[in-house]
């Protein structure tokens, strides 16, 4: 199980979030940012945020660091770490699954993740066999993107998702999230876009759009 830090807004959450940093991150990255939205209208919410394992990172001269799987190169696309992406999904997966046996049901659990961490997410939430909440996608993009309709559940075959990028990001470039979109737009899943003026990083907007997002999704 990846070692996790975790916030209860209130006594007994029914409702989880599970948040994925970004390369060369840990778990505490996003709780400044989670601590900004107000989902006090849904109840209590218990944020859960890994901590990726640390391994080695090619296009970073092989240094180790923090990552949810390898980046070979610049091109995010022809040369995917297939084995690492599926490790971490089952790694997440068993986080989902722990959720559940705490007493959330998978209906009130999103999964969300910025850069690799957005990867992550979708990857993770697409093929995850109960129905889930929502993901949330933040300046990244869609992993194995040629395996996704056929690796999908049924489960999760209109899930909701939120998407969002910078449109001055010289990590992700925006074509790879508009790609991403499009890909799950024409699978059928409801895709809320937003861009904004921003490198690779998020902004106050995108915080108040999402907590509207997630709001609608869990009110």
């Known amino acids: 199980m990846l070692e996790t830090y975790e916030i209860e807004t209130g006594p007994e959450p029914r409702t989880s979030l599970i948040v994925l940093h970004g390369l060369g991150a840990d778990g505490h990255d996003f709780v400044p940012i989670c601590g900004e939205l107000d989902l006090s209208a849904i109840g209590p919410v218990r944020y859960v945020f890994p901590h990726a394992p640390e391994r080695a990172v090619t296009i970073n001269g092989g ?11 610049t091109d995010l696309v022809r040369r995917e770490d297939e084995a ?9 997966a068993a986080l989902i699954d722990r959720e559940r046996e705490r007493g959330v049901a998978a209906g009130r659990i999103v999964v969300a993740g910025f850069s690799q961490g957005c990867a992550m997410a979708l990857m993770t939430a697409l093929r995850y066999p109960e129905r889930l909440g929502g993901a949330v996608g933040l300046s990244g ?6 395996t996704t309709a056929a690796e999908r559940s049924a489960a999760n ?25 499009d890909t799950l737009r024409a699978l059928g899943h409801p895709v809320e876009w937003h861009e904004y003026p921003m490198p690779h990083s998020v902004c106050i907007e995108e915080i ?12």
């Open 157 to 181: 075959a209109d899930l909701p998702i939120f998407m969002a990028h910078g449109s001055q990001d010289p990590v992700v470039a925006p074509m790879r999230g508009t790609a991403s979109r």
């Open 141 to 146: 993009y869609l992993p194995l993107a040629d």
């Open 84 to 92: 690492g992406l599926r490790e971490s999904q089952r790694q997440i």
């Open 63 to 73: 240094y180790v660091m923090r990552a949810w799987y390898d980046i070979l190169g």
């Open 208 to 219: 108040d759009d999402l907590n509207a997002w997630l709001l609608e999704q869990l009110g």
